[in-house]
Antibody
Framework: EVQLVESGGGLVKPGASLRLSCGAS????????MGWVRQAPGKGLEWVSSISSSGSYIYYVDSVKGRFTISRDNAKNSLYLEMNSLRAEDTALYYCAKEGLGFLEHFGYYYYYMDVWGKGTTVTVSS | SSELTQDPAVSVALGQTVRITCQGD??????ASWYQQKPGQAPVLVIYGENNRPSGIPDRFSGSTSGITASLTITGAQAEDEADYYC???????????FGGGTKLTVL
């Protein structure tokens, strides 16, 4: 069974740090791009960061650049999100997701999707 | 950077057809993918690419694109289709991933 399981969330004070982990099973982790998506309470989905299969390409939403670091360990089938200088607005349920990305030359279109999601881990930043 | 715009709420009578739309410049070059999220659950991919359904997604779900507008159509909506629906694409110029604000679908 294809599965992603997040862990590492918790209640922290503003300015603190947390490290989220995501364990993958049921697919060849090292061949897929991976990403983190968050959802603040009662709000919509927000993409946070993505990392290519080898770890060579990394992207962040502007609001977390310089504070969050995405990484992966393909030998351990694991994805990570190091979060520093946490703010109240980082409070959310954090999902990890397996990504699909490609280019359909015939149509001249890219495609992108997230086809496997974990259940999420909750991060609460509050004094 | 680019945005994706969705209507906040849409309703449909049981068994009827409903279209949920998503607009944004990134859709000129990247197909939208669509996700269904029910309360307390993780999102589930329902449509990706030109019009592809992952295994297990009913064929009443379909997708299309015209210019900067992508659409998710549910033909013969069922009570279990009541959920939030999000579109998503990638802004290649900024190397960012974008989600629409979500559409709450009510099945009457």
């Amino acid at each position: 069974e294809v599965q992603l399981v997040e862990s590492g969330g918790g209640l922290v004070k503003p300015g603190a740090s947390l490290r989220l982990s995501c364990g993958a099973s049921g697919f060849t982790f090292s061949t897929y791009n991976m990403g983190w998506v968050r959802q603040a309470p009662g709000k919509g989905l927000e993409w946070v960061s993505s990392i290519s299969s080898s770890g060579s390409y990394i992207y962040y939403v502007d609001s977390v650049k310089g504070r969050f670091t995405i990484s992966r360990d393909n030998a351990k089938n694991s994805l990570y999100l190091e979060m520093n200088s946490l703010r109240a607005e980082d409070t959310a349920l954090y999902y990890c997701a397996k990504e699909g990305l490609g280019f359909l030359e015939h149509f001249g279109y890219y495609y992108y999707y997230m086809d496997v999601w974990g259940k999420g881990t909750t991060v609460t930043v509050s004094s | 950077s680019s945005e994706l715009t969705q209507d906040p709420a849409v309703s449909v009578a049981l068994g009827q057809t409903v279209r949920i739309t998503c607009q944004g410049d990134s859709l000129r070059s990247c197909y939208a993918s669509w996700y269904q999220q029910k309360p307390g659950q993780a999102p589930v991919l329902v449509i990706y690419g030109e019009n592809n359904r992952p295994s297990g997604i009913p064929d009443r779900f379909s997708g299309s694109t015209s210019g900067i507008t992508a659409s998710l159509t549910i033909t013969g909506a069922q009570a279990e289709d009541e959920a939030d629906y999000y579109c998503n694409s990638r802004d290649s110029s900024a190397n960012h991933v974008i989600f629409g604000g979500g559409t709450k679908l009510t099945v009457l």
